[in-house]
C-alpha cells in the first residue's frame, strides 16, 4: 500500500477517494431504487468530472490568494463565497452540456435554461460547501497540531538555551585561590597539596559534566560540595567550621548540579570572609510533607541589595523554575543574628 501510494500526494489521494466515495454512495442509492440508467450513468459522470475539476481549481485559487493565512472571520466568508462561486460555474456548465448531450429528464424539458442552472447551481453548492469544510478543517487542524509541536520544539529550546546560559556562569570562582593555596602547601605539607590537588581536578571535572545534566544526585552533589570545602578550609584555615546535618533519605534525591556548591560559595563570599574570626557553615538536608529541603546557613548578616542582584540567587531562582516548575522555591534571609539562611525547596518526584 504504500509502494503504491508513495508518488501521489495527500491532496490527490483525498480527491480520488472523495469523488470515488462520491460515485459509490449516488450508484448505491440509484441501484436500490431503480433508477439507474444511461442517462443517469453519463450525468453523474459529468457531474463528477466537473466537481474534481473545479474543486481543484478552487484549491488553486485559495492557495493562490493565501486565504488560509487570513483572519478566521475572513476564511469563513471566503469559502462561502468561492463556494458559491464556482457552484454558480459549475450549473451552467452542467445544464450546457446536459442540453446540448440530449440527457434531460422529462420535468427539466419544462425548465428554462435559467431555471436549470438554478436547480444544479444550488445542489452544486451543497457539495462543494461540504469539499470546502474538510479542505478547512483539515489545514486548520493540521496547522493547530504544527503550532503546537512548533511552540514545544520553541520552549525546549529556550530551556536549553537559558540552562546552558546558566551553568556556563556557574564556574568555580575559588581557582586562583586555590591554587594559590595549594602553591604555598607544597613545601609546607606536600601530602596535602596532593589531596587539594585531587580535590580542584574532582570540582573542574563535575563542573564540565554538567554541559550534559540537567539533574544531579543530592549524594554527587555533595561530594564536589566536600572537595569545594576542604579547598576552602586551606585558605581560611581555623576561619571556616563546617557542619553536615544531611538525612540519609535525601540523597537520592536529584537538584541542579552545582547549585549547591553556588550556594555554599555565596555563603563563604559573602558571610565567612567578611568576619576577621570566621564562622560557620552549616548544610541540611530533610524531607517534609511531600517536599525535599535543602538548607544553608552561614555566619554573617544578609545583605539584600548585594546578595539578591549577584547571578547565582538569579540562576538558582530561574534554574528551579525551568526544571521543577512553579512549586519549586528559593528563598534566603537572615534567620536570627548573624545567622543567613538560603532555602530550596523542591518537589519529591
Known sequence: ????????????????LGWGTFISINTFFAVTFS?????????????VGIGFLMSHLMRTLVKRIALLSKPLAYQIIGFILISLVFALTIGFIEAQIIIMAGLEYKEELKLA????????????????????????IYHYITETRQQQVDTLKLETLVKSLE??????HINPHFIFNALNSIRALIDENPERARHAVTALSNILRSSMLTDQQETISLEKELNIVQDYLALEQIRFEDR????????DETLDNVIPPMMLQMLVENAIKHGISKLVEGGVVKIISKEENGFFSLVV????????RLNLEGFGIQSTESRLRLIFGASAS?????????????KVIIPQI
Open 1 to 16: 500500500m504504500n509502494f503504491q501510494f508513495k508518488f501521489i500526494s495527500k491532496y490527490w489521494l483525498f480527491q480520488l
Open 35 to 47: 433508477q439507474i440508467d444511461h442517462v443517469y450513468i453519463n450525468r453523474l459522470i459529468i457531474f
Open 113 to 136: 435554461m435559467s431555471q436549470q442552472v438554478i436547480a444544479n447551481s444550488f445542489y452544486s453548492f451543497i457539495y462543494l460547501f461540504i469539499w470546502n469544510c474538510i479542505y478547512f
Open 163 to 168: 540552562l546552558k546560559t546558566i551553568k556556563s
Open 240 to 247: 571556616l567550621s563546617v557542619i553536615y546535618e544531611i538525612d
Open 297 to 304: 546557613q552561614n555566619t554573617g548578616h544578609f545583605e539584600s
Open 330 to 342: 528559593f528563598s534566603i534571609f537572615e534567620k536570627e543574628d548573624s545567622i543567613v539562611e538560603a
